[in-house]
Structure formats: structure tokens, C-alpha cells
């Protein structure tokens, strides 16, 4: 079982940035897909980004393509979600996942098997 631990987010102006971490427990890190969501009060956990396990694929949520960019470090068993010109609507609770080997569906939440607790991420006006 992976543990991923999410850190990072608070209270921010909107246009200003954020980085989210994500640290991952045990040696198979490089091996797993990851992913990151988010869900705000009231609303379904939905897609944020995702990338491959050597980092060479990225995929994102129209609604932060050009303003966030994932990443991640094998050697520090971490993927990170770097958030700039944030916007009032990206508050939420932002999760770090690891995508279910085999599964190619990238944006689904179903897709990934192992959650963090989360990290809130509130933009004020």
C-alpha cells in the first residue's frame, strides 16, 4: 500500500502562485503513474493533471492548461503541482493519487488506487 502525503497549499491572492507537494511512501515509486485532483464544497473530485511514471507525459484539465505544470522527482518520491495565475474557482481541496497499473484512462477517479488526505488551496478575490 503507497502513502502519499500532500503538502502546500493555503491562503493566496488571485494571480499569485502556489506549489503542491506530494511525497510517496515505499521503493516503487518510478514504476506508478500519478495524478492530481481536486474537489471544492459541494462538488465531484475532478481531474486536475496527471503525468507518467518518467515524467515524459503530462496530461491537464482544459480549465488549467497554461497556469499549472506537474512534475516529478523519482529520486525524492515526490510529484509536485506548480499553480501560478490562480483564479477564485481553483479553491478546493487539491489530492495527490497514483494511477491503477494497466490502466490507461487518465482522467477518471476511478482510475487511481492509493489517495493523500488532501491540502486545502483557497484563492480570495
Known amino acids: 500500500q503507497v502513502q502519499l502525503v500532500e503538502s502546500g497549499g493555503g491562503l493566496v491572492q488571485a494571480g499569485g502562485s502556489l506549489r503542491l507537494s506530494c511525497v510517496a511512501s515505499g521503493r516503487t515509486f518510478s514504476a506508478y503513474a500519478m495524478g492530481w485532483f481536486r474537489q471544492a464544497p459541494g462538488r465531484e473530485r475532478e481531474f486536475v493533471a496527471a503525468i507518467n511514471w518518467s515524467g515524459g507525459s503530462t496530461n491537464y484539465a482544459d480549465s488549467v492548461k497554461g497556469r499549472f505544470t506537474i512534475s516529478r522527482d523519482n529520486a525524492k518520491n515526490t510529484v509536485y503541482l506548480q499553480m501560478n495565475s490562480l483564479k477564485p474557482e481553483d479553491t478546493a481541496v487539491y489530492f495527490c493519487?497514483?494511477?491503477?497499473?494497466?490502466?490507461?484512462?487518465?482522467?477518471?477517479?476511478?482510475?487511481?488506487?492509493?489517495w493523500g488526505q488532501g491540502t486545502q488551496v483557497t484563492v480570495s478575490s
Open positions: 493519487a497514483k494511477r491503477r497499473p494497466g490502466t490507461t484512462q487518465v482522467m477518471g477517479v476511478m482510475s487511481y488506487d492509493s
